[in-house]
């Protein structure tokens, strides 16, 4: 009994340490934007080709903290996705999310008028619990898609 009223206090300790850190690996609202602009103008400088394998793949650029750049095209196919790469060319424009919600044409809809949040539940990719979730959204340079970052609220 002695032992593993020992072995649960370890854990509680483990536990209430590590939880400043998950929270400090948060991205915040400014870091998000940022993100969804500097994801514009490398897609404007580099193209679009070169761009969105940079977003799926260059994890050391493009997936800060719990923050990854995704794309999708206007019919809502992923282009890229820095959390999951199986995810990339895949037609996701009926997806909903936890509660049902459909998320993809929330996302057309605010990237219309230029750029917003679009707020859902999804996946943390670090936890894999389903959190609230709100992403920035903006259209790609040439129009034809939409650039993505999104925070855990």
């Not at 854990?11 to 969804?36: D, F």
Request: proline letters at 3%; one cysteine or more; a positive charge.
């Amino acid at each position: 009994m002695l032992r593993r009223t020992v072995h649960l206090a370890c854990l509680s300790l483990l536990v209430a340490a590590g939880a400043p850190a998950l929270a400090q690996e948060r991205g915040t609202k400014e870091e998000a934007i940022a993100m969804a602009n500097a994801a514009f103008e490398h897609m404007k400088k580099a193209g679009a080709p070169k761009a969105l394998a940079d977003f799926t793949a260059d994890k050391a650029v493009w997936n800060k903290k719990d923050l990854y750049v995704f794309v999708f095209d206007n019919k809502g196919t992923f282009l890229a996705h820095g959390a999951n790469e199986k995810l990339v060319n895949r037609d996701m424009s009926l997806m909903k999310d936890a509660n049902g919600k459909s998320i993809f044409p929330a996302m057309v809809e605010t990237a219309a008028k230029g750029s917003g949040w679009v707020d859902y539940d999804w996946a943390h990719p670090q936890t894999k619990k389903v959190e609230g979730k709100s992403s920035y959204v903006r259209k790609t340079p040439d129009g034809q898609g939409l650039i993505g970052v999104g925070i855990y609220r």
